[in-house]
């Protein structure tokens, strides 16, 4: 009897194992295997994976290695059809989205050019629209593709910070973007993530108050017999108080120097999960929670990007697990508890470490008292209604779930009111809150400047009044209205003074490249270029645009060709040479216009 019963555990246990085994398996079979190809001629490698912490969002592809080069083909991950092409002087560049038939798009960006069909297809959209930057959407399949063609070459375009080629998996119908991991396009990496510090937090109605930093190193830590798991040496001695714990993590894939994001990392106290936050698939709206997963105020003060284990009340980004208490943990005079922290990257390689903590005694703290007479004299702002502070001459609107927590704000006029505010100068300030949702936010500009009410706009300081930007906007019924996506100082300033157009000459080995061209630096001191256009003895070229170069292209095409063979023919005929002249026209985005002839050399055939 008594072995029987046992049998059956044994056998129930057994079963256990494999039917978790198998759920796990599923996971990964719920996404078609092979059916995507690696998009390079080359072994999977990464610049940086799904998901990596970036400013104001999550990534959200994959960045494929191409040694620092443009110019390497792209091929079509399988079978489908060109479904979209966005081409942009800023994120993506020219990019290309194709569907394909099992329900996924895939996504390629920062290329340098299209190829073949789908380059001719671009080329006649910009010229019969005259614009280089559009986003078309193609109601049916036109321009078809096999697995395996190449679609463009690989480039360096809108903004990316060096060479490579962005890559995602969608799905096509809800457009969630998918770890590409999922299908099977994962790089050989044999390399351990680690946590290098672990942060203890206090919780204040505003946030966070950093109370310890524990440093992970052979010093702080000792092995166990798994050899991928750690015991912190000394216990840590935690007064009673709920607490909350943040990690600095990082994975490496092919360089143990380089640091990439980490794939999945989890909180365990008293044996059972706490917190697990898994980089599967995300919605492109829910990226921006990435200041709220974070510690925001920490890393605008230390650029270190600390992941928090417990979850922000406004925090609603879809890809945590957690307990009732959110991932926070309560301690109590009597607690004596492990907390395990595991970090994992997609190829299963794993630190854990252990933290045994000890409660004590309830003690008053210091710092937290300090932050509350503090926080007494401020505004308050809510994270689940409409926030609006409203006088006569300001207005400032936050939308609901526009901040991740209660925020305490310094709200009121900044003094001395000088250049270049034409306004008194409104601070809506707090250095440990961000925006998911831009705030409207309208300013009354002094009388006087009324005449000047098109060159107006919105502007607001940032680093102790030392230096400002624009925010835009425009003047409307008395006020200048615009959108305001940070906390900061704000007042209306004006923008009266052109963009500025120069020729120059680049002679690297890939200025001059396979095509010739000429390049135009085009430069706006404040507002930012709104449009520019180019004409060759009046007709209208096609001109690229590079915004974080602030370099304008014209690849010589068909009207410079055109142009050339006239002459051609006119030297047989013995008429006037037609000199080329390009124009270029520039405007900044408070219609100041700057316009400029270049007198060009005939001599490139
Ligand atoms: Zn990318």
Redesign the pocket.
């Known amino acids: 009897m008594w072995f029987n019963l046992f049998y059956m555990l044994k056998w129930r246990l057994i079963l256990l194992i494999v039917f978790t085994a198998l759920t796990i398996k599923t996971n990964a079979q719920n996404y078609p295997q092979n059916y995507f190809r690696y998009p390079l001629d080359s072994l999977p490698s990464l610049v ?1 994976p799904f998901g990596g912490l970036r400013d104001n969002h999550f ?1 959200s ?1 994959m ?1 494929l290695r191409t040694n620092q080069r443009e110019g390497l083909p792209v091929f079509a991950s399988a079978d489908g059809y060109v479904s979209r092409i966005k081409i942009q002087s800023i994120g993506y560049g020219k990019a290309i989205y194709l569907d394909h038939p099992n329900g996924y798009t895939t996504v390629y ?1 920062h290329l340098q050019k299209y190829s073949g069909k789908i380059a001719e297809w671009i080329q006649n959209y910009q010229y019969k629209n005259q614009t280089f930057e559009f986003d078309y959407v193609f109601e049916k399949p036109i321009l078809l593709v096999k697995k395996g063609d190449t679609i463009g070459l690989s480039g360096n375009s809108g903004g990316s910070s060096g060479p490579h080629v ?1 890559f995602e998996i969608r799905n096509t119908k809800s457009e969630k973007i998918i770890n590409p991991a999922l299908f099977g396009i994962i790089p050989f990496d044999t390399l351990n993530p680690i946590i290098k510090n672990v942060f203890v937090y206090n919780f204040v109605p505003d946030g966070l108050l950093l109370k310890q930093v524990l440093k992970i190193n052979n010093q702080s830590i000792i092995s166990t017999n798994n050899p991928n798991q750690f015991i912190y040496k000394k216990a840590l001695e935690l007064p009673a108080e709920m607490y909350g714990f943040g990690i600095e993590a990082y994975d490496y894939i092919h360089n143990p120097e380089d640091e990439k994001g980490i794939y999945e990392y989890s909180l365990k106290n008293k044996n059972k999960l706490a917190f697990r936050h898994t980089l599967n698939q995300f919605a492109f709206d829910e990226s921006k929670f990435i200041n709220a997963h974070i510690d925001y105020p920490f890393y605008k003060a230390a650029k270190t990007r600390i992941q928090k284990c417990f979850i922000d009340d406004g925090n609603e980004f879809s890809s945590y697990q957690s307990n009732s208490l959110k991932g926070k943990v309560l301690v109590t005079k009597k607690t004596r508890d492990t907390l395990v922290f595991e970090i994992k990257d997609f190829n299963q390689n794993k630190f854990i470490l252990l933290v045994p903590i000890v409660g004590v005694a309830f003690k008053i703290n210091k710092d937290k008292q300090d932050y509350l007479k503090l926080v007494k004299e401020k505004k308050v702002f809510y994270p689940f209604k409409k926030n609006i502070v409203k006088t006569d001459e300001f207005l400032f609107e936050l939308d609901a779930k526009s901040i991740y927590d209660t925020v305490f704000c310094d709200l009121g006029a900044l003094k001395p009111i000088q250049e270049p505010a034409l306004s008194i100068i409104y601070s809506v300030y707090s250095p440990s809150a961000s925006f998911h949702k831009a705030a409207n936010i309208a300013i009354k500009p002094f009388s006087v400047y009324l005449e000047y009410q098109n060159k107006l706009l919105l502007a607001y300081y940032f680093k102790d009044r030392k230096d400002f930007r624009s925010a835009g906007g425009n003047f409307e019924n008395g006020f200048v209205r615009g959108k305001a996506s940070n906390f900061g100082h704000y007042f209306v300033t004006m923008d009266t003074i052109a963009p500025t157009i120069k020729q120059v000459f680049i002679n690297t080995e890939e200025a001059l490249g396979d095509s010739l061209h000429f390049y135009f630096e085009i430069k706006d001191n404040f507002s930012g270029i709104g449009k520019y256009e180019g004409y060759l003895n009046g007709e209208w070229i096609l001109l690229d645009f590079d915004a974080k170069s602030n370099m304008l292209t014209y690849h010589f095409d068909k009207i410079w060709y055109n142009l050339v063979a006239q002459n051609k023919d006119s030297k047989l005929k013995n008429t006037a040479i037609i000199k080329p002249e390009v124009l270029i026209r520039v405007t900044d985005k408070k219609g100041n216009v700057a316009e400029k002839t270049f007198n060009m050399p005939i001599a490139f055939e």
Do not use: N, V
Request: glycine letters at 34%; proline letters at 0%; hydrophobic letters at 0%.
């Open positions: 940086s990534h592809g960045d960006g962005h």
